[in-house]
């Protein structure tokens, strides 16, 4: 079945740090990515999303690529801030098909910014 | 306007007991979801409508019961609660076949069973 694999954390940086919180995945055909993120008390939110090979999603200052070569799709931003302290969540949506696509999660990883 | 929401946030209460939550969302939307969280932020399906009929249930005790009255409202039973139940539960919605699986969260219920 599909599967989401994703850097365990917690992960803790020092403002302006570069980011990136990698995202593997296994799924036949060609799924939709994703990432959300929970920041604290509160639900997920989409952050950003591919739907092909080779799409990048951008939000925020946040980016990741869709890789299919690899299976990848690795959250990437140049300076975090204080602010970006949150859970960030990989997610994969199968193939439009016959039944629910339901996402796939990957475990979540907390990140912490500290001034 | 709040897109999907949940009720109650909060929910305290002893093993044995039965407890509802509900959601609504207002994205016009014609699939909805329950997910639990655990306390290490893991993410689990538990049940999804389209159109008020179920199409996903996954491997949950049946002390969980989903009923849909109508494709915007969706909601969660649970009865004989267990201390394992602790947890957050959250509704979500989304296009269905029709989008790109993108789904809209609700701020969660949290589930706390003494």
């Known amino acids: 079945g599909d599967s989401v694999t994703q850097m365990e954390g917690p992960v803790t940086l020092s403002e302006e740090a570069f980011l990136t919180i990698n995202c593997t995945y296994t799924a036949t055909g060609y799924p939709s990515l994703f990432w959300y993120v929970q920041y604290p008390g509160e639900g997920l939110q989409l952050l950003l999303k591919?739907?092909?090979?080779?799409d990048k999603g951008s939000n925020k200052g946040f980016e990741a690529t869709y890789r299919k070569e690899t299976t990848s799709f690795h959250l990437e931003k140049g300076s975090v801030q204080v602010s970006d302290s949150a859970v960030y969540f990989c997610a994969l949506s199968p193939q439009a098909s016959g039944s629910a696509r339901q996402l796939t999660f990957g475990s979540g990883t907390q990140l912490t910014v500290l001034p | 306007d709040t897109a999907v929401s949940q009720t109650p946030k909060y929910l305290v209460t002893q093993m044995g007991n039965d407890k509802s939550i509900k959601c609504e969302q207002n994205?016009?939307?014609?699939?909805m979801y329950w997910y639990k969280q655990d306390s290490k932020k893991f993410l689990k399906i538990m049940f999804s409508?389209?159109?008020?009929?179920?199409?996903i249930n996954e491997t949950v005790p049946n002390r969980f019961s989903p009923k849909s009255p109508d494709k915007a409202h969706l909601n969660l039973h649970i009865n004989s609660l267990e201390l394992g139940d602790s947890a957050v539960y959250f509704c979500?919605?989304?296009?269905?076949?029709?989008?790109?699986?993108?789904?809209?969260f609700g701020e969660g219920s949290r589930l706390t069973v003494l």
């Open positions: 994205l016009g939307h014609d699939t």
């Open positions: 979500a919605s989304s296009l269905g076949q029709r989008g790109t699986g993108e789904l809209f």
């Open positions: 409508y389209n159109n008020k009929e179920l199409i």
């Open positions: 591919a739907t092909k090979a080779d």
